[in-house]
């Protein structure tokens, strides 16, 4: 079993639709959950980050993490054709220079 | 701010060569990682550099190597290249020494090994 396992896509959806990507994690010492986005021919950007359980809001998205089922989520709302990426989680413990990533989920906003 | 730059952006290499790639961090930056990026394996962590010392270490052969100089620049290397080593390759500053440091990547060098 993987570390982290994160559904590939694609996912496509229409502009303004809610997005929901998801990521399990099977260490459950990882204390800090990052999102990165990554478009296509650049390096991983990083979007948002959480500490332990709980949800954080930034615009239109929104990270959250269930540490007792360890499943991170990552919603983004009103869709926009600029949101088209793919989308890496990487949960880690306090080494934040040593990330696990996931495979990425690749989204597609069609307008 | 200038971002982390990567040069070269696209090599292409031969089986049995060498390859040198280099990093640039952003300024202030102490830690460099190095990522490698596969369609198949996804990212996965090479190595970390930290004040010119090796701080942690992924799983990769000993064919992976790299070193950082007193100005934090950073530069990897990969010998005896094999045709799986065709990848991306990522590199990442961060201030390196705190909790919760976020990485910032650079734009990455494309290896294709012939």
């Known amino acids: 079993q993987k570390e982290v396992e994160q559904d590939p896509g694609p996912l496509s959806v229409p502009e303004g639709a809610i997005v929901s990507l998801n990521c399990t994690y099977s260490?459950?010492?990882?204390?800090?959950f990052m999102w990165y986005r990554q478009y296509s021919r650049k390096g991983p950007e990083l979007l948002m980050y959480t500490y332990s359980s709980g949800n954080k809001e930034d615009g239109r998205f929104t990270a959250q993490v269930d540490k007792s089922s360890k499943y991170i989520s990552l919603f983004i709302r009103d869709s926009q054709p600029s949101d088209s990426a793919t989308y890496l989680c990487a949960p880690t413990t306090y080494n934040t220079d040593k990330l696990i990533f996931g495979t990425g989920t690749r989204l597609q906003v069609f307008p | 701010k200038a971002g982390v730059t990567q040069t070269p952006r696209y090599l292409i290499k031969t089986r049995g060569q060498q390859v040198t790639l280099s990093c640039s961090p952003i300024s202030g930056h102490r830690s460099v990682s190095w990522y490698q990026q596969t369609p198949g394996q996804g990212l996965q962590f090479l190595f970390e550099y930290f004040s010119e010392t090796q701080r942690n270490k992924g799983n990769f052969p000993g064919r992976f190597s790299g070193r950082q100089f007193s100005n934090s620049r950073s530069e990897m290397n990969v010998s005896t290249l094999e045709l799986g080593d065709s990848a991306l390759y990522l590199c990442a500053s961060s201030l390196g020494t705190a909790d919760n440091s976020p990485l910032h990547f650079g734009n990455g060098t494309r290896l294709t090994v012939t």
């Open positions: 260490n459950s010492a990882f204390q800090y």
